[in-house]
T-cell receptor, first 114, second 115 residues
Framework: ELKVEQNPLFLSMQEGKNYTIYCNYS?????LYWYRQDPGKSLESLFV?????AVKQEGRLMASLDTKARLSTLHITAAVHDLSATYFC??????????????FGKGTKLSVKP | EPEVTQTPSHQVTQMGQEVILRCVPI?????FYWYRQILGQKVEFLVS????????KSEIFDDQFSVERPDGSNFTLKIRSTKLEDSAMYFC?????????????FGQGTRLTVV
């Protein structure tokens, strides 16, 4: 059974600081997704990582994927309050074709304080 | 920008009643999904649907659940006899066909409360 583990589950950080969220998964997959969820809202797609060594950046967020280590990281640079949300990684267990069954991590609740 | 829309946003129902949650996926998408999120917990896969049939389902998706695409635009999740533990946020999602790694776009969710 595929397991996806995120850490930390809760993260309180000050504005301007850097931090990394980690996502480990237990079986082979070459497709990993990061989503953001604001309280009471839907899941917003942030990054799609499709191959070993993939790195994508959007603003203050950068995501990477190491399929050999079964690890993805979401790095936050110079955090601002607007980044406060819950961040989920999700792994796609279906090979080939379009997206299949996504297994989500428990999420990392990020709180950025002034 | 195209989006997945869900109705209603909040549904309260009595235990044992049937509920139907509705979704309108993005128009050129061919794969449809239902996920649920119990309050404060992670998002869990329920079912995927393609070409008018279920392509995959999880252990959660037992006989009391069913999905249907009654017309060219709607995608529904029916829970036949609701239980208290069915209370959750239910998300519909859709994705394009073809090529690996096409991302799923999620609707805003329906909060189901079973009393």
């Amino acid at each position: 059974e595929l397991k996806v583990e995120q850490n930390p589950l809760f993260l309180s950080m000050q504005e301007g600081k850097n931090y990394t969220i980690y996502c480990n998964y237990s079986t082979t997959s070459d497709r990993l997704y990061w989503y953001r969820q604001d309280p009471g809202k839907s899941l917003e797609s942030l990054f799609v990582l499709l191959s070993n060594g993939a790195v994508k950046q959007e603003g203050r967020l950068m995501a990477s994927l190491d399929t050999k280590a079964r690890l993805s990281t979401l790095h936050i640079t110079a955090a601002v309050h607007d980044l406060s949300a819950t961040y989920f990684c999700a792994v796609d267990v279906k090979r080939g074709g379009s997206q299949g069954n996504l297994i989500f991590g428990k999420g990392t609740k990020l709180s950025v304080k002034p | 920008e195209p989006e997945v829309t869900q109705t209603p946003s909040h549904q309260v129902t009595q235990m044992g009643q049937e509920v139907i949650l509705r979704c309108v996926p993005i128009s050129n998408h061919l794969y449809f999904y239902w996920y649920r999120q119990i309050l404060g917990q992670k998002v869990e896969f329920l079912v995927s649907f393609y070409n008018n049939e279920i392509s995959e389902k999880s252990e959660i998706f037992d006989d009391q659940f069913s999905v249907e695409r009654p017309d060219g635009s709607n995608f529904t999740l029916k829970i036949r006899s609701t239980k208290l533990e069915d209370s959750a946020m239910y998300f519909c999602a859709s994705s394009r066909a073809g090529g690996g790694g096409t991302e799923a776009f999620f609707g805003q969710g329906t909060r189901l409360t079973v009393v």
